[in-house]
């Protein structure tokens, strides 16, 4: 009985010393740290981990990916060498699209006005005030706060007011980098959406996307 006792728990110890040698060892991630120039003044597009190194921090299970743009946005993004739908995406990002958190403000003139429709904030002068009871709790759905936050947009914008608006209501800066934009993206992760037919039209595969809608008659107003 003893030696059949034995045999289980060196059966046990063998299972759980195989279950983790198979687990991938994580690296520690670089601080958050803004690069030089105007992708860092304008956007904080992160120096580290960004369009050019993003592959290398794909897939980790302390982390979550969050594209925050619109399928189609309706600023006029081709003005600025853009493209107002999501042409396409990196591999493991889903969309939460930023327009829908709150307002947008500050975008070049050029693109104009975006969505103006219902958002979950309000921002004025830097302050962010729900617009609806459940508004925390989906944005701390979407942006876990115990996991590391990777923010993508087209160019970096989104992304960057993303970051700024988490840290406002209390996340932690140092876990939230901004990647910057698709639209610099070459690594071996595309995902493309946009394609030209044999007619020569163009049309999006957005069932490719994981989109993150949000279903404001189902929330409750804030009185």
């Known amino acids: 009985m003893k030696k059949k006792s034995l045999l289980i728990l060196l059966l046990i110890i063998s299972l759980c010393v195989v279950g ?25 597009i992160d120096k580290n981990i960004n369009e050019e ?12 990916y969050r594209d925050m743009r619109m399928l189609k946005d309706p600023g006029n993004y081709e ?26 403000s500050g ?37 876990p706060k115990d996991k590391n936050i990777f923010l993508m947009c087209g160019g970096g914008g ?10 406002s209501l209390g996340w932690d800066e140092d876990k939230i980098y901004n990647v910057g934009g698709y639209w610099y993206y070459d690594g071996e992760n595309n995902v493309e959406v946009k394609k030209t037919n044999k007619d020569k039209s163009v049309s999006y595969d957005f069932w490719k996307v994981t989109y993150h809608d949000i279903d404001f008659n ?4 804030v009185k």
């Open 158 to 167: 989104y992304a960057g007011m993303t970051k700024n608006m988490l840290v």
């Open 79 to 104: 003005a600025i060498g853009g493209d107002s739908y999501l042409s396409g995406f990196v591999k493991g990002f889903e969309v939460v699209p930023y327009p829908l958190l709150v307002n947008v």
């Open 107 to 143: 975008l070049p003139d050029e693109v104009g006005d975006t969505y103006t429709g219902k958002t979950l904030f309000k921002e004025k002068d830097g302050k962010y005030t729900a617009r609806y009871e459940e508004s925390l709790e989906i944005l701390e759905y979407y942006f």
């Open 218 to 221: 189902n929330l409750h107003k």
């Open 53 to 64: 190194t993003i592959d290398k921090y794909l897939g980790r299970s302390d982390s979550v």
């Open 20 to 44: 983790c040698s198979c687990e991938k060892q994580l690296e520690d991630l670089p601080k958050p740290e803004i690069t030089s120039g105007i992708r860092g003044e304008q956007f904080g």
